[in-house]
């Protein structure tokens, strides 16, 4: 897939194309219908398959005290609408200056003009331009004038909970990772570098991987079955998100402990996969108390995973 960004100062050569519009800030099941749309349609018109997102989340610019926490970082966006099969993916930087385009003038411009869209597929949610304005609706009004067909992506819904990001940060916040998984059609993950922790997991007897994150957060504090890779090989992994209790600590850590495995892992990027959720974190009365459960732990994350 090739990436774009930004539009100036040389507009991408682009031939006639789908256009999959929308900030794409899961790329959950919802988005997939869209992007899956977008590609389809390029292959019955012989056109290019692009996606036209935008970075950062246009409230980060707009009203940053209300911006969402990423779920995902925008290189693992990036690697997801490439698997759905775009050809193209063009990232357009949000600035105030872009959210001041009128909507009319971003579709004629910059949709059909520069990305040379014969078709506009979108969420039935998704809005843009000046004010907000822009949505689905007034892109079906347009699309007579401007020679292009609009598709509209109806909601839609898993186990009757409708599918959207705010619904998988809900999930993900109340540590329901199963839940999440339904709604994001995979599970959620966290990527980090293993960076030299305090060194308690190794003399508790389950030496842990520090996993410094690449982004906020957002899954509620517990242990974790997990899965990882280390040397191309998958591993699995218990993994605890909080703050140790235990030891009167108050700064969140993630920490892995992998499975049948002993090596050094400093410096190196541990991609975790979150399987399902083991138990809440808790303190416990005594450091014995904790060595006896993360052995419990273990033997839970094997069965699950």
């Known amino acids: 897939m090739r990436i774009v960004r930004g539009l100036q100062p040389s507009p991408p050569d682009l031939p006639p194309s789908v256009v999959a519009l929308g900030a794409f800030d899961g790329i959950h099941l919802a988005h997939q219908t869209i992007l899956d749309l977008a ?18 989340h246009p409230l980060q610019v707009l009203r940053p005290g209300q911006a969402p926490e990423p779920i995902a970082t925008l290189a693992e966006r990036l690697e997801l609408i490439a698997a759905r099969g775009i050809d193209v993916t063009v990232v357009i930087p949000f600035t105030l200056e872009l959210s001041q385009v009128e909507p009319e003038a971003f579709v004629e ?3 059909v003009g520069t990305l040379r869209a014969r078709e506009i597929v979108v969420g039935f949610n998704h809005t843009f331009g000046r004010g907000a304005r822009g949505d689905a609706r007034l892109l079906q009004s347009l699309a007579p004038r401007l020679g292009f067909r609009a598709h509209v992506i109806p909601p839609l819904e898993v186990g009757g909970t409708p599918v959207s990001s705010s619904a998988v940060r809900d999930a993900l916040r109340a ?94 990027t541990l991609r975790l996969v979150f399987v399902s959720r083991v138990r809440e974190e808790r303190r416990f009365p005594s450091v014995d108390a904790l060595r006896a459960q993360i052995a419990a732990d273990v033997e839970t994350a094997r069965r699950r995973l």
Not at 177 to 198: K, Q, S
Request: a positive charge; proline letters at 6%; one cysteine or more.
């Open 39 to 56: 590609v389809a349609r390029a292959h019955a018109l012989g056109a290019s398959g692009v996606a036209c997102t935008f970075d950062p």
């Open 175 to 268: 540590g329901d990772v199963a839940a999440a998984r339904r709604l994001l059609g995979r599970p959620w993950t966290l990527r980090g570098v293993v960076v030299r922790g305090a060194g308690r997991g190794r003399r508790l007897g389950f030496p842990t991987a520090n996993v410094a994150p690449d982004r906020p957060v957002l899954v509620a504090p517990g242990v974790y079955a997990c899965t990882t890779e280390v040397a191309g090989q998958r591993r699995r992994a218990v993994v605890n998100v909080g703050v140790r209790p235990t030891f009167g600590e108050d700064t969140l850590a993630v920490e892995a402990y992998l499975l049948d495995f002993s090596g050094d892992l400093y410096g190196q």
């Open 109 to 111: 411009e910059v949709l």
